[in-house]
């Protein structure tokens, strides 16, 4: 608990003033639970008993302003907690996706989407309820509970002893509950993770699994997952509900002996019947705050374990550091130097030293897994090398910011990525959209044909993973986003390889139009995309075997 509070104390402080204004409102509402409680002796022993004819005035008023009292103070303290909690909530989903972005795509291949998603929504979510409710609901109900204790030891200090001993002892038993609850809550915010990458993965890969027949299967092991997650849940909500159970027949013991004992001090007189009622009522209504301040030390360690979930993410570094240079173009020169690359352990990059210069275009040719798409990654620094180094410009690349670097390289691969915007948003992705250069990439992309076509044109609207288009149509967005990038050097990843002959032809032509004042590396298995090359390197088994 010290620890949670302490992690989540940076983002607090913004909200002094709410706190202290919800703090006055809970407060008001303990007072008036007490005060409504305090109330049942006049009522009692001046209305009933005196027959007092101006306290039957006075008192139903005094009444509505106990329970207006009340209301008011919850409404406030809900509103504020709850302004805290969501913009708590807001402030850390924004750090958490910023520093999730600035991490190494080898910290992407090993987390499975899902379990991010399943952070940044699942779990934050818990981390608002523990803000927002939690917090403001122990803060009043203690103090209802501290107002209550207070009626009922000003009522009976001998009575107060036999009503109030059962807070010790429920202490042990409702510890053993609380710690049993966290380790389910991990246990469950893990499986919910579970849950939701499978369904990431089915939704992402829907294409094969239609085309496989895979429905069954794939349902067949969401069920599992499914009926596991349901059976933690459930055994979340045996062990938790015990407590309520607990406090009742421990409270009504308690009770019972109150009855007894007061009921013995009212006949023999030595206690009004209003004194009576009054203490009995309010420890009545005191069982319920306890029982609730239970229910949220329970519920309290689902946020603690989602609190460690998320800041064993905060927590992670990068592996991949900023340099404080920044790369301006024009880029004269990539000097790759004995350089190799281990993917966990697996070779896939050994040796490999090579130098390309500006207004040169470099292809790089091999079998699939050869290492041509990983030296392209280091010179995106979107991985660092195991050994050797790159140098652009005669520096390297270490000692350039890694924005500067991207800013002046563009890449297309085989993989196309198309975002769910307008197709001029996703030509101009990362950089201010100016129309006329968003038309003019898509004719040098030789996609202007079919765009113009649709009915908004560029404002189209592409569906998530292009959809919408066809596996040319989305291939051509993507080069046309490379070509309005206007990069220094421009990297062609089997860029051609779902287009038609004709279409790969006008790509080639285009390729030959913008090379000046550029370094071009083609990555591609076909000859005709290979002749382009001034210089042909051949990879096999992460080393470069020929030059040609």
């Known amino acids: 608990m010290k620890r949670f509070l302490r992690r989540f104390l ?48 006075i008192l139903p008023f005094l009444v509505v302003a106990a329970y207006l009292g009340k209301s008011l103070g919850m409404y406030i303290q809900t509103y504020f907690m709850s302004y805290i909690g969501l913009d708590i909530v807001r402030k850390i989903r924004d750090q958490m996706l910023g520093h999730l972005l600035k991490l190494e795509m080898e910290f992407f291949n090993k987390m499975r989407s899902g379990e991010l998603i399943a952070r940044i929504t699942n779990d934050i979510g818990l981390i608002r309820a523990s803000v927002s409710n939690y917090l403001a609901e122990f803060v009043r109900e203690l103090l209802t509970v501290i107002c209550l204790i207070g009626v009922v030891i000003y009522q009976s200090p001998k009575l107060a002893v036999v009503g109030l001993v059962i807070m010790p002892l429920a202490i042990y038993p409702l510890s053993r509950i609380i710690k049993k609850i966290k380790k389910i809550s991990r246990l ?112 309290w360690q689902e946020a603690l374990v989602a609190g460690d979930r998320i800041f064993e993410i905060l927590d992670k570094k990068p592996s991949i550091n900023d340099g404080n240079k920044h790369l301006k173009p024009p880029v004269q020169s990539i000097a790759i130097e004995n350089v190799s690359l281990h993917y966990s352990g697996t070779p896939a990059l050994n040796g490999v030293s090579l130098e390309i210069f500006k207004n040169q275009i470099v292809a790089f040719v091999g079998k699939s897994g050869s290492g041509k ?45 198309i975002f769910n915007d307008s197709i001029a948003a996703n030509v101009a992705y990362g950089k201010q959209i100016d129309e006329e250069k968003v038309i003019t990439s898509l004719k040098k992309a030789q996609a202007w044909d079919f765009v113009s076509s649709l009915p908004d044109g560029i404002d189209t609207i592409l569906d998530e993973f292009g959809a919408n288009l066809s596996g040319g149509q989305r291939q051509r967005i993507a080069i046309a986003r ?26 080639k032509n285009t390729i030959a139009t913008i090379r000046e004042d550029k370094i071009i590396i083609l990555i591609a298995h076909r000859p005709s995309t290979i002749e382009l090359a001034d210089k042909v390197y051949h990879f096999e088994d992460g080393k470069i075997v020929r030059v040609s």
């Open 482 to 507: 490379a070509i309005y990038k206007n990069p220094e050097v421009l990297i062609l990843d089997e860029a051609t390889s779902a287009l038609d002959a004709k279409t790969e032809e006008a790509i």
């Open 188 to 299: 469950n915010q893990e499986k919910n993770s579970d849950i939701t990458a499978k369904l990431s993965e089915i939704f992402n890969n829907i294409e094969i699994i239609k085309a496989s027949n895979g429905e069954k299967l794939e349902n067949k092991n969401f069920n599992e997952e499914n009926y596991k997650f349901f059976r933690l849940g459930l055994k979340g909500t045996i062990i938790g509900q015990l407590s309520s159970p607990l406090m009742e027949f421990l409270g009504s013991i308690a009770i019972a002996f109150v009855i007894y004992l007061g009921g013995s001090e009212v006949i023999a007189g030595r206690m009004t019947a209003g004194a009576f009622f009054s203490f009995i009522t309010a420890l009545f209504m005191l069982y319920t705050p306890i029982k609730r301040l239970v229910g949220i030390a329970s519920a």
């Open 10 to 57: 940076p983002y607090v402080r913004d909200y002094y003033v709410y706190f202290f204004i919800a703090f006055l409102a809970t407060i008001l509402t303990a007072v008036c639970t007490a005060w409504g409680t305090y109330l049942v002796k006049p009522v009692l022993d001046d209305i009933f008993i005196k027959k007092d004819t101006q306290m039957l005035v």
């Open 373 to 417: 798409s990983s030296l392209v990654n280091l010179m995106l620094r979107l991985y660092e090398p195991s050994g050797g180094k790159i140098c652009i410009n005669g520096v390297e690349l270490g000692d350039y910011t890694q924005e500067s670097v991207r800013d002046n390289v563009a890449i297309v691969t085989q993989r196309i990525f």
